[in-house]
């Protein structure tokens, strides 16, 4: 089954304004993360949020859970060239059976114009 | 900040050739992980290691991979013979303990076979 799909696709926005993405899964999760990749580089860990939380903060981050509705949202406020990137969603699937694996969606493409 | 490294960070092979993909997890780590991702695709999982053996693997991680924790620093993948569709970014990854779910990236070994 497929997990952690974001939409939108592709976001473009100026700087100083506000970015939000949004991440669907379909199956029961104990926590959901999610990472930053540069073009052609390495992911790097955001911010994690387990099943029992509502909203969490990181700096200019905002990431929401919804397990009614099997969604996330990440927000970035303020942005700034420099946070374009690729941001995906990702899942654990520890109840899945045991597996501890990431479940990655396909990833939102962000760019911040100057 | 201790982080995970991979090397080469670039990879040209012939078709049929065997290749060997290095990580160093974080030192203190006990659980591994190697996903790849082709261009323009999702992350996917591969394989994941504890304790000196593979604890899942993935439809893709057929008899042509193997993985390997040679000396207790490194853990390599190894693909025997390469295929084209095997092109891809390569992404180990480590975790501190079993209930430490955050997974800590390496920056990718991109592999291209001709």
């Known amino acids: 089954s497929q997990q952690g799909e974001e939409d939108p696709q592709a976001l473009s926005i100026q700087e100083g304004e506000n970015a939000t993405m949004n991440c669907s899964y379909k199956?029961?999760?104990?926590?959901l993360q999610w990472y930053r990749q540069n073009s052609g580089r390495g992911l790097v860990h955001l911010i994690l949020?387990?099943?029992?939380?509502r909203e969490k903060h990181s700096g200019r981050l905002r990431v929401t859970l919804d397990t009614s509705k099997k969604s996330s949202s990440l927000l970035i406020t303020a942005s700034r060239a420099a946070d374009t990137a690729s941001y995906f969603c990702a899942t654990d699937g520890r109840t899945q059976g045991g597996s501890e694996k990431l479940v990655f969606g396909k990833g939102t493409k962000l760019t911040v114009n100057p | 900040e201790p982080e995970v490294t991979q090397t080469p960070s670039h990879q040209v092979t012939q078709m049929g050739q065997e290749v060997i993909l290095r990580c160093v997890p974080i030192?203190?780590?006990?659980?591994f992980y190697w996903y790849r991702q082709i261009l323009g695709q999702k992350v996917e999982f591969l394989v994941s290691?504890?304790?000196?053996?593979?604890?899942?693997k993935s439809e893709i991680f057929d008899d042509q991979f193997s993985v390997e924790r040679p000396d207790g620093s490194n853990f390599t993948l190894k693909i025997r013979s390469t295929k084209l569709e095997d092109s891809a970014m390569y992404f180990c990854?480590?975790?501190?303990?079993?209930?430490?779910?955050?997974?800590?990236f390496g920056p990718g070994t991109r592999l291209l076979v001709l």
């Open positions: 199956t029961s999760i104990n926590n």
């Open positions: 290691f504890y304790n000196n053996e593979i604890s899942e």
């Open positions: 990854a480590s975790v501190a303990g079993r209930f430490q779910e955050t997974q800590y």
């Open positions: 949020i387990r099943s029992n939380e």
């Open positions: 030192s203190n780590h006990l659980y």
